[in-house]
């Protein structure tokens, strides 16, 4: 599981105007994780490590820029043309600036415009994907009546990266290059203003909630192993009294409650369609708080909606 990484809070919540959230997609699998066998463990490390490689990239724009002279939109997936396309983050100051952001490690070197990896397996091309990228938002931005220069970039993160014969690019970004790059731009912004502020928002409520491109394993609630996983190696845990749960590898250990509303939280996730019962969450805790415990928890932190066996909660 990816830690979020320090942030300044308050130049975050002035300076983000677009949140940037777990994607539905690795949350399931996080979720899957430890449940269901035959996951497919390789696409979950991908996931995780493009998540990890863009709050990297949060951190090093809210470390480096002004929030009253800046403004973020993370993760948006627009539609333009017929064509969606997502950007992973989108700075607003005096231009538009897209970042498709690249955690990649290792050596990798470039042959022919063909990107490879050092074992010479090829890759895709990120500037081709920023191409389309941009050229997607700025049509969008014409459909939309606004006016305003568009940069973009493809986005190192990862100080382990390497990039060998690689012809200067003016929209590769490398590790080395990102302090001075954004110093630069910290030194041409100016204020930000209430018609900035509009068209951030426009482009904000152009952001599509469902995205299509997520890939899931077929999974139903029998194929999943039931019980609570511990929040730090996300193995089972075990009851140790009334009042706490804990786990027999890491150690560690939790208040009931907050071990059951974490779980309450992955049922619902998992199956939206299914309702929250008394009975559904003791089976899908594993059995190991009792009947009454749930009930006790469920009242207490949920709305109660019908009565006898159709009572359930909300």
Known sequence: MVDMPPL????WKKMI???????EEL?????????????????????EKGFAGELQWDTIVTDALTSSRSLLLNDLLLTSGGQMFQIDSLLLSKKFTIFEVKNYDGEYFVENDRWYTITKTEIQNPLIQLHRTETAFR?????????????AYVVFVNPEFTLFH?????????????KRFLQKIKQETCEITNKDQMVAEKIASCHLKKSPYTRLPCYSYEDLDKGIRCGCCE????????SYVYCEICGGKEPVEAAVLRNITEYQTLFPEKLVTTIGILNWCGGIVSEKVIRRILK???????????????
């Open 235 to 242: 193995r089972f845990l075990f009851p140790l009294s009334q």
């Open 139 to 151: 049509r969008l931005l014409r459909d939309l009546g606004i006016h305003i220069p568009v940069e």
């Open 8 to 11: 300044n809070l308050e130049r």
């Open 166 to 178: 690689a012809p200067y690019h003016p929209s590769i970004l490398l590790p080395s290059q990102l």
């Open 17 to 23: 105007l677009k949140q940037r959230s777990i994607p």
């Open 27 to 47: 949350l399931i699998l996080r979720y899957l994780r430890g449940r269901l066998k035959d996951l497919d463990e390789d696409h979950l490390k991908i996931l």
């Open 300 to 314: 207490k932190n949920y709305n109660t909606k019908g009565s006898n066996r159709h009572t359930h909660f909300v």
